[in-house]
């Protein structure tokens, strides 16, 4: 099977500091991804390399085997590439439907769509289908942003993503403003995401959330991708010691095996 | 055990008031919407009551003719307020305006009174909408706040008012151009206060249903998610300036026809009263909230107010004290309803 999205070789440096050194990354149809790594290992630009917020200095990136260059953030999602960002992206004051289909409003049909009016009845619809295949419980798509809680605007942010990232949706932290309750609820619906076959990868910094929905745990050390493991034949020690750099040695037999 | 008892402390009163809080936060915003109504209907059954005559017919027409004056210019304010900007230039260009299709019309009324008033009101058109597409430039392309430019903007305006009129009025306007400003509109409508209406249901539906005024609304609320979102944000506050500046041109021209007379005092305070209505309508000046509909309310009552003070033959300097105090007001309960939300 071919990967939606490789990064191969990714090397970024602000002025003199390195902040990713070397990263090679895949990711297959319909997986969850957990990106793991202690601070400063280079997630959050890793991440803002793949949603052409910042460009690489080295490296390539290809999306179904085709190399492709995200001069901005929007070119990044017309190729499908969908990201949440850690601070919600969301206009508080607008509602939920509107939040979901913001810079991608359906117009009316004829004169008056040629006149830029709106469709809202088909995007509510949309969103309320959205919403029920997701199965995220907002009580309306016409609720105001700023009255829901912290976890149903991630899942506002994550909804959004999910509608319109084909090829990937990338998370960064979702969880990390949310209490147990609210998280166990984001990681329900990275699953549901998971499920319509739109793969996640996802920045994490707990571990049991990663273990939870990944299919495959990825470590970043220091700028370096350290360790490419299956979630289900590594455990929560192994996994402590590739971040913490405890475990390095098998790095190089990894590397050799992956290539031999 | 400090510790937990700490904390299921603060979850207790926490939790307590949460219920009440909710309740009085709803009670707020349904009153957030209303009370402005309710107070212009006070205000109306005071005037009425002090003097009778403050609800004939003949009061009817004066003040909703008076209103236009301050609906027109509010309602561009009320687009630009939403973006969580604002246009202090608007009385002055209002102003400039009428001066420019002023001298047009009577430098042009030898060549026929009817092309030289379509000539002049386009003039004024183009004054209005250069001066507004030169905030909007300036603003998004300087990164210098609204309030700066506007203001400077409002000079500018200013000056050149009084430089082309040379700081008197400009008299022999074509005479059709009265029989025009004076006419009754479907038997209720001065034709100021219907081509008002008229903007004002435009402005309604076009700030409700279409993707512009989506976008209005999404660059107040939240301008970086706006970005994000891929929605042109520079080029949709420069169209929202623009628009604050033809409607300013547009009242400076409905002024024209109801003087026969090009002021260049005219639209000096204006836009302290637009934004006044703006914000007791309910707009918020940190963007994002807002409607056409407070707006009318809003210059409702500040129109009532002052046509009322002048019936109760209060001395006028009054009115811009009251204003001053309503302005503060509404202010005051915008800030208090966007700690709440
Ligand atoms: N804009 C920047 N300018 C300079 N250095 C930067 C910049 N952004 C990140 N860095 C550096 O790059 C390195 C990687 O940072 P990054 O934010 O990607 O780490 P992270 O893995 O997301 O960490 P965290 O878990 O704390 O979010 C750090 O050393 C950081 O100081
Ligand atoms: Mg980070």
Known sequence: MEPVLQAKGIQKYYGSVCAIEHIDFEIYPGEVVALLGDNGAGKSTFIKILSGVVKQNHGQILIDGKPVQFASPMEARRFGVETVYQDLALAPDLDVTANIFLGREILRGGLLGRLGFLDKREMRGQVAGRLDQLKVSIKSVAQIVSELSGGQRQAVSIVRAASWGRKLVIMDEPTAALGVEESAKVLDLIKQVKARGIPVLLVTHTLPYAFDVADRIVVLRLGRSVADLRADATDTNEVVQWITGSKTVDRIAELQGHRG | MDNIDGRVQTEDS???????????????????????????????????????????????????????????????????????????????????????????????????????????????????????????????????????????????????????????????????????????????????????????????????????????????????????????????????YTLSGAIAALSGILLLTRFATGSPLTGTNDELNAIAAVVIGGTSLFGGRGTIVGTLIGAAIISVLITGLVILSVQPYWQTVAIGVIIILAVWIDQFRHRMA
């Open chain 2, 14 to 240: 926490q939790n307590v008031p949460a219920a009440p809080r909710a309740k009085s936060r709803a009670w707020l915003k349904r009153l957030g919407d209303f009370w402005t109504l309710g107070i212009l209907v006070i205000i109306l059954a005071v005037f009425g009551i002090l003097q009778p005559s403050f609800l004939s017919v003949s009061n009817w027409f004066n003040t909703t003719t008076y209103m236009t004056e301050t609906l027109l210019l509010a309602i561009g304010e009320t687009y630009v307020i939403i973006t969580a900007g604002i246009d202090l230039s608007v009385g002055a260009v209002e102003g400039l305006a009428g001066i420019v299709a002023a001298l047009v019309m009577v430098a042009l009324e030898p060549h026929g009174a009817t092309f030289a008033m379509i000539a002049g009101t386009l003039a004024g058109m183009l004054t209005g909408v250069l001066f507004g597409l030169l905030n909007g430039l300036v603003i998004t392309a300087m990164k210098v706040t609204p309030f700066i430019v506007t203001l400077g903007t409002m000079g500018i305006a200013t000056g050149l008012t009084f430089i082309l009129s040379g700081g008197t009025d400009v008299v022999n306007l074509p005479n059709q151009l009265s029989n025009i400003g004076n006419a009754t509109v479907l038997g209720v409508f001065s034709f100021p206060t219907f081509v008002t209406v008229l903007c004002l249901i435009a402005a309604g539906i076009i700030l409700y249903q279409t993707r512009f005024g989506r976008y209005v609304y999404a660059i107040g609320s939240n301008a970086e998610a706006a970005r994000r979102a891929g929605i042109p944000v520079n080029r949709n506050l420069i169209k929202v």
